[in-house]
């Protein structure tokens, strides 16, 4: 059975996403970064907010590098 991914951030943009995913990956977490609710239309292209997403096990670590890492863990839901 696949391993559910959680929701651990949101990002104002693709941008800060992208941002978010380099520290995760660097870190050793996989991440996914999607479209939040509502901001699925492409014409929204790299704005609008996004959900940084990694497998359910790696939560609070994931959360913890982010907190750790300076301005991104104002994002942290």
């Known amino acids: ?3 559910r991914w ?3 951030a949101a990002a104002p943009d693709e941008s800060v996403a992208l941002l ?3 520290v995760l990956k660097d870190a050793g ?8 609710a ?5 014409d929204f292209l790299s704005a609008g907010p996004r959900d940084v997403l990694v497998p359910g096990s ?3 670590e994931a959360k913890q590098v ?7 863990g104002s994002y942290a839901p």
């Open 38 to 42: 509502g901001f699925d239309a492409p």
């Open 29 to 36: 977490i996989p991440s996914l970064i999607q479209r939040a």
């Open 66 to 72: 982010l907190e750790d890492t300076t301005g991104l």
């Open 20 to 22: 978010m995913d380099g």
């Open 58 to 60: 790696l939560v609070e």
């Open 6 to 8: 959680v929701k651990v």
């Open 1 to 3: 059975m696949a391993e």
